[in-house]
């Protein structure tokens, strides 16, 4: 059975948690300010099907921000578990 | 949240960019004066009635394309574009993160450790979803502005080719009816050489056409303008006898066109007194320290001069091949007739059919004045005929030319080299930048914008407002304030120019002014109008 030394397991989440954290800011910017084409200057078939999508990316990215929070979250909740 | 799956690709039908119309178009009033921003810095006399709100959204086509689409729409491609190459690499960032969590496998590990390996995996997949999204959403706006430009593009074949034939097929007509014609404009002639005290024939048409500025000023009017300098050759081929269908196809391989038109206004044009090139001359009026540089295209167009037509600016920087940029003024008379005035509508036709005519020598005697060798690198920038000229420098290859910018350039069917930085601006109810025919080149940034947006009432101080230079001082403004990459670039690359080498230590900054003069040929030599002489006073 594979075993891990405390002080390594938790030298790797905090690592884990210090590169989650930038990725976490890009994609919590991303989802609360999505790209958003104006409707007033593009009208037509292809606008409204573009605006579809952009409401599918909006999806993801809010998806993405919360898969990330998550990790964040549970590698925080890890590191505490392991103690100081 | 699951990660959503991409839907399949959107119908991408016809689609339009338009902007609504309030009221309307046509309505025309006197702005008041209170109502114009502080910073305008419109030349002495030049009337303020523009301003940047009162035009349309700015249409970029960038160099290289014939892709046009709003400024906004090139912005949101450029923002979908750095999101999906952002969302790559955390994709990539958190694909390493998963590879390299030694707990997944340890069973002693926390269950929260554990737990953040299923969440990462999960983060992978969203993320990448995401970007699959960008990447779909880019490929359909710009397979959107395709397909629309496609479809412009052909309605504008059509339409060139409806003005082709109609031409062809009216140049026998006119051929019929010459002896009427004839009696019909000997008659207008006579009338011309009657008394008119006081201009009031003149006066006449100035008033009607100020009273009514919507004539001329419109997208349709600047089409119908287009269409007829197109169909123009083709009318004059089949005058002269050349067969219908003969006509057409000269027209249709190139071999007739603006140009030639323009050429033969300047063949029969001497013939009754107008249209005749002279030798030019040119005064250095004043020489001058300046400080800064221009930024932005707003400053640009305001150092563009007038009454002295050229101003000339010497960027000196040690350790530097000196730089220049060469400010081009426009019209500044459109008597037919070729008197003292270089930069006139001989200048003008004569440009339009890629002549060397006087505002271009007069340019060039300016440019040896002030130093400028053929290796120098050279920026040009210019309004309306001084964009013509400029553009005819440019792409005249006895210029190291780096950047142009032009405004209300008749100037479309002038070939440029690769490798400029620049644009040519150009309002969309401005039927002059017309009179040069299509937008045949494509080495330059295309930057287009309607002055008065449908419903804004059309001031009355000039007949052709959309082509004032306070008119293209909002499109400037418009550009200066572009959120497109397509715009940004090319505007900091026309600023680079001239600050790279206002910024360092050590540099100067020379500021030459022009006044160019035609000279009457020399009665009894033969007349060669290329030989000019320049005069140089210096600092005045």
């Known amino acids: 059975m594979p075993t891990m030394d405390p002080g390594a397991l938790r030298a790797a989440l ?71 | 949240m699951g990660a959503p799956v991409p839907p399949p690709g959107p119908p991408l039908g016809p689609d339009i960019f338009e902007t609504p119309a309030v009221v309307p178009h046509g309505g025309h009033t006197t702005m008041s004066h209170a109502k114009l921003p502080p910073d305008f810095t419109a030349k002495p006399g030049v009337h303020r009635a523009t301003t940047p709100e009162m035009g349309g959204p700015l249409l970029v086509t960038p160099a290289g394309t014939t892709m046009v689409a709003t400024d906004r729409l090139h912005a949101h491609l450029d923002q979908l574009g750095s ?17 390299e969590a030694p707990w997944a496998a340890v069973p002693d590990a926390p269950a929260a450790a554990r737990r953040s390996v299923i969440e990462v995996q999960a983060a992978v997949v969203a993320v990448r979803s995401a970007a699959a999204l960008g990447g779909r959403l880019v490929a359909a706006l710009r397979s959107a502005i395709a397909d629309y430009d496609a479809a412009e593009q052909k309605a504008l074949r059509r339409a060139d080719r409806q003005a082709a034939i109609l031409g062809a097929e009216l140049g026998p007509v006119l051929r019929a009816l010459l002896p009427g014609l004839m009696v019909v404009g000997g008659i207008a002639f006579l009338g011309s050489k009657m008394p008119d005290p006081g201009g009031a024939r003149a006066e006449a048409v100035r008033k009607f056409l ?24 083709e009318a004059t081929s089949s005058f002269l006898g050349v067969p219908v269908p003969v006509a057409i196809a000269l027209g249709a391989t190139g071999i007739t066109g603006v140009r030639s038109s323009s050429r033969g206004l300047l063949t029969v044009g001497p013939l009754l007194g107008l249209f005749r090139e002279t030798p030019v001359q040119v005064e250095r009026m004043s020489t001058a320290q300046i400080t800064h540089p221009p930024i932005g295209a707003v400053q640009r167009l305001d150092r563009v001069p007038e009454v002295n037509q050229l101003r000339i600016e010497q960027y000196e920087a040690p350790g530097q091949p000196t730089r220049y940029v060469v400010y081009v003024g426009p019209t500044e008379t459109f008597s037919p007739k070729a008197d003292h ?21 007069a340019s060039e005697l300016a440019m040896h004045d002030a130093g400028i060798r053929p290796d120098d690198q050279v920026q040009f920038v210019g309004f309306s005929e001084g964009g013509l000229i400029a553009t005819m420098l ?47 080149d494509h080495h330059l940034l295309q930057v287009e914008r309607r ?33 497109s990459n397509a715009v940004r670039e090319q505007n900091a690359a026309l600023d680079a120019f001239t600050a790279d080498y206002a910024d360092q230590p050590g540099s100067t900054v020379t500021a030459m002014t022009y006044h160019a003069i035609r000279v009457p040929p020399d009665p009894p030599a033969p007349v060669d109008p290329r030989v000019a002489e320049v005069s140089s006073s210096g600092a005045r």
């Not at chain 2, 006139?344 to 020598?361: H, P, Q, Y």
């Open chain 2, 341 to 361: 005035e270089p930069w006139d509508l001989t200048s003008d036709v004569g440009g339009v059919g890629g002549m060397d005519v006087g505002a271009f020598r």
């Open chain 2, 83 to 99: 999101l999906r190459a952002q969302l790559e690499a955390e994709r990539r960032t958190l694909i390493g993160l998963e590879a």
């Open chain 1, 14 to 84: 905090e690592r884990q948690a210090t590169e989650l954290a930038p990725i976490s800011r890009v994609l919590a910017a991303a989802a609360a300010f999505p790209p958003r084409l104006s409707a007033d200057e593009w009208r037509g078939e292809a606008a409204e099907a573009c605006l579809r999508l952009e409401d599918d990316l909006r999806l993801a990215l809010a998806a993405s921000d919360n898969a990330v929070s998550a990790a964040q979250r549970s590698t925080r909740a890890a590191i505490s578990e392991l103690g100081g």
């Open chain 2, 451 to 483: 002055a008065f947006a449908p419903g804004t009432p059309l001031p009355t101080y000039h007949a052709a407002p959309a082509h004032q230079r306070d008119a293209y001082m909002a499109s400037a403004a418009a550009v200066d304030a572009a959120t």
């Open chain 2, 210 to 233: 100020l009273t009514h500025p919507g004539l001329i000023t419109s997208p349709r009017f600047v089409e119908a303008v287009r269409l007829f300098a197109s169909g123009l050759d």
């Open chain 2, 394 to 440: 440019a792409g005249s290859g006895e210029w190291n030319a780096k950047g142009l910018e032009t405004f209300g350039a008749p100037a479309g069917n002038i070939a440029l080299p690769d490798g400029l930085s620049g644009m040519a601006v150009r309002n969309t109810d401005d039927f002059i930048p017309a009179l040069g025919g299509p937008q045949l």
